[in-house]
């Protein structure tokens, strides 16, 4: 259950004035008002919003007095006021979904607030979003579905026309890439969430635009569309490699890159993939969700890992020496791996000195992930690429890769800085696990934050200079750090 959070309604005056509305208009925004009510009554007992003004299942009177009816829009102004996209995800469908009229009259009232800010976009981005599917035929879910059939199915909302925008071209092009994946890591390395995020951003007030709207909405559906067909092709893929590994006799998997256990058996890893959920808590952007979906991805990687570890092969070993002076790589050394290149290094420096996430620490890292990189740059050739510090396993989207390949500019200089800021911090929470060490986790984390406090300058500055491509990598660079910050926190006594 969320926290409670109080609304003071005579500090949130009515959006809508009515001061010089007709009597017909009046007539009109309260009959919306009761229509929308049952939402919003569910939304501020499900998070403890406030206080219902009536009791559950009465909606308020069909005549109200002056007063019942300014309080009454105060209260649904004041739920507007603090409720967020990711809760309207977690209402029940059959309470979201129960009444057309009702969620009709919830986006239009969404629509109409003045001064809207990013928060409200993103309701009415999912609102929208959530009444095309209730309202779309079911032969259109198959189809291809174009500008002209979104903006019939949305018509009792919004009155638009069909006619693509020049502005939103850009969007069909995400579409055209978004059919070019065959996983969903294909979706995370061409960052297709964080464009259509960026594209939103970029449209300002025009994003209300009833045209706008409807392609937003086409965009939305079927991005969500192909992410389940991208999440089946993984979870059947999963399935596939635990079948082959028990015909082969193996019962258990290394699956630390994916956070679990260095020796998790099938019948477990089966299981998972069988009721592995997309998490609705917070909304896709937020830094769990994103955390969530590499985990999966990683257990994939885990699991062709392993199949190719079950094939009798040859496997190269590269011995390197760690350089002496560096005693702060204890915290990083061990046996590493790329690919099918193995690269081992022994500790330098006593097991219990001490740990600081110093500038020199830093640089280490960033000279082992280079090492490892390098060493693994004849492979499969694969876009994205793992390094392992100690028995901590790093993964690295194609951009990051490339960042390390060769001297690059700032662009490359702020990825290597998100990297390295969350392989410190990946090594130091895998300590904690193993061991209860905190002293290490505390200086990762503190670096960390530091690093992460740099990056939304360097987005924005990005954006500033129209380099659309390094605003979106680095943009999901630091995401993914903070959502191991997120989880180091927890991690924290």
Same mark, same amino acid.
């Given at each position: 259950?969320?926290?409670?959070?109080?609304?003071?309604?005579?500090?949130?005056?009515?959006?809508?004035?009515?001061?010089?509305?007709?009597?017909?208009?009046?007539?009109?925004?309260?009959?919306?008002?009761?229509?929308?009510?049952?939402?919003?009554?569910?939304?501020? @007992?499900?998070?403890?919003?406030?206080?219902?003004?009536?009791?559950?299942? #009465?909606?308020?009177?069909?005549?109200?007095?002056?007063?019942?009816?300014?309080?009454?829009?105060?209260?649904?102004?004041?739920?507007?006021?603090?409720?967020?996209?990711?809760?309207?995800?977690?209402?029940?469908? %059959?309470?979201?979904?129960? =009444?057309?009229?009702?969620?009709? +009259?919830?986006?239009?009232?969404?629509?109409?607030?003045?001064?809207?800010?990013?928060?409200?976009?993103?309701?009415?981005?999912?609102? !929208?979003?959530? $009444?095309?599917?209730?309202?779309?035929?079911?032969?259109?879910?198959?189809?291809?579905?174009?500008?002209?059939?979104?903006?019939?199915?949305?018509?009792?909302?919004?009155? @638009?026309?069909?006619?693509?925008?020049?502005?939103?071209?850009?969007?069909?092009?995400?579409?055209?890439?978004?059919?070019?994946?065959?996983?969903?890591?294909?979706?995370? #390395?061409?960052?297709?969430?964080?464009?259509?995020?960026?594209?939103?951003?970029?449209?300002?007030?025009?994003? $209300? *635009?009833?045209?706008?709207?409807?392609?937003?909405?086409?965009?939305?559906?079927?991005?969500?569309?192909?992410?389940?067909?991208?999440?089946?092709?993984?979870?059947?893929?999963?399935?596939?490699?635990?079948?082959?590994?028990?015909?082969?006799?193996?019962?258990?998997?290394? &699956?630390?890159?994916?956070? !679990?256990?260095?020796? #998790?058996?099938?019948?477990?890893?089966? $299981?998972?993939?069988?009721?592995?959920?997309?998490?609705?808590?917070?909304?896709?952007?937020?830094?769990?969700?994103?955390?969530?979906?590499?985990?999966?991805?990683?257990?994939?990687?885990?699991?062709?890992?392993?199949?190719?570890?079950?094939?009798?092969?040859?496997?190269? !070993?590269?011995?390197?020496?760690?350089?002496?002076?560096?005693?702060?790589?204890?915290?990083? =050394?061990?046996?590493?791996?790329?690919?099918?290149?193995?690269?081992?290094?022994?500790?330098?420096?006593?097991?219990?000195?001490?740990?600081?996430?110093?500038?020199?620490?830093?640089?280490? &890292?960033?000279?082992?992930?280079?090492?490892?990189?390098?060493?693994?740059?004849?492979?499969?050739?694969? +876009?994205?690429?793992?390094?392992?510090?100690?028995?901590?396993?790093?993964?690295?989207?194609?951009?990051?890769?490339?960042?390390?390949?060769?001297?690059?500019? *700032?662009?490359?200089?702020?990825?290597?800085?998100?990297?390295? @800021?969350?392989?410190?911090?990946?090594?130091?929470?895998?300590?904690?696990?193993?061991?209860?060490? %905190?002293?290490?986790?505390?200086?990762?984390?503190?670096? @960390?934050?530091?690093?992460?406090?740099?990056?939304?300058?360097?987005?924005?500055?990005?954006?500033?200079?129209?380099?659309?491509?390094?605003?979106?990598?680095?943009?999901?660079?630091?995401?993914?750090?903070?959502?191991?910050?997120?989880?180091?926190?927890?991690?924290?006594?």
């Amino acid at each position: 259950m969320s926290q409670t959070t109080t609304l003071n309604a005579p500090v949130v005056a009515n959006a809508r004035s009515t001061a010089h509305m007709s009597n017909a208009d009046l007539a009109a925004l309260w009959s919306e008002a009761r229509l929308a009510y049952p939402l919003y009554a569910a939304l501020a @007992a499900q998070f403890n919003l406030a206080p219902l003004p009536y009791p559950t299942g #009465e909606l308020p009177p069909a005549r109200p007095t002056r007063n019942v009816f300014g309080s009454d829009l105060q209260w649904l102004d004041a739920i507007d006021e603090h409720l967020l996209a990711y809760q309207l995800r977690q209402v029940p469908s %059959e309470i979201l979904n129960g =009444s057309e009229p009702a969620l009709r +009259a919830f986006i239009q009232r969404q629509l109409k607030r003045p001064n809207k800010t990013t928060l409200d976009r993103d309701k009415v981005d999912w609102l !929208l979003g959530q $009444y095309f599917a209730l309202c779309a035929p079911e032969g259109l879910y198959r189809q291809e579905i174009k500008l002209e059939d979104v903006a019939s199915v949305l018509l009792p909302v919004i009155a @638009a026309s069909a006619k693509p925008l020049e502005w939103c071209e850009p969007i069909e092009q995400i579409l055209a890439d978004l059919e070019k994946c065959h996983s969903l890591r294909d979706m995370m #390395e061409n960052g297709t969430f964080e464009q259509g995020r960026l594209l939103k951003d970029a449209a300002g007030d025009m994003f $209300y *635009e009833p045209s706008t709207l409807v392609s937003f909405c086409r965009f939305n559906f079927l991005l969500r569309r192909a992410f389940i067909r991208l999440l089946h092709v993984d979870l059947k893929s999963m399935g596939e490699a635990i079948d082959a590994l028990e015909a082969s006799g193996k019962k258990t998997v290394d &699956c630390r890159r994916a956070g !679990l256990s260095a020796a #998790e058996t099938t019948a477990q890893l089966r $299981y998972f993939c069988g009721n592995w959920k997309q998490p609705f808590q917070k909304d896709y952007t937020e830094s769990s969700v994103t955390r969530s979906f590499e985990k999966l991805l990683a257990l994939r990687t885990d699991l062709e890992e392993a199949i190719r570890l079950a094939r009798p092969k040859e496997v190269k !070993l590269t011995q390197v020496r760690s350089t002496p002076d560096l005693h702060s790589v204890e915290s990083l =050394s061990g046996s590493f791996a790329v690919g099918e290149t193995e690269v081992v290094s022994h500790p330098a420096g006593p097991a219990n000195s001490p740990v600081s996430t110093s500038a020199a620490e830093a640089d280490t &890292c960033l000279n082992m992930i280079r090492v490892q990189l390098a060493g693994a740059a004849s492979s499969s050739g694969r +876009a994205m690429a793992t390094v392992t510090l100690q028995d901590t396993k790093v993964l690295l989207s194609s951009w990051e890769v490339t960042a390390f390949s060769g001297e690059g500019g *700032e662009e490359s200089l702020d990825l290597r800085r998100a990297v390295v @800021a969350r392989a410190l911090l990946s090594v130091a929470m895998d300590q904690r696990k193993r061991s209860g060490e %905190e002293r290490a986790l505390a200086s990762a984390l503190a670096h @960390a934050r530091n690093e992460s406090s740099y990056f939304p300058r360097r987005i924005q500055h990005a954006k500033q200079m129209k380099n659309t491509e390094a605003a979106i990598n680095l943009g999901i660079s630091a995401k993914r750090l903070l959502s191991f910050i997120e989880e180091a926190e927890n991690l924290q006594p």
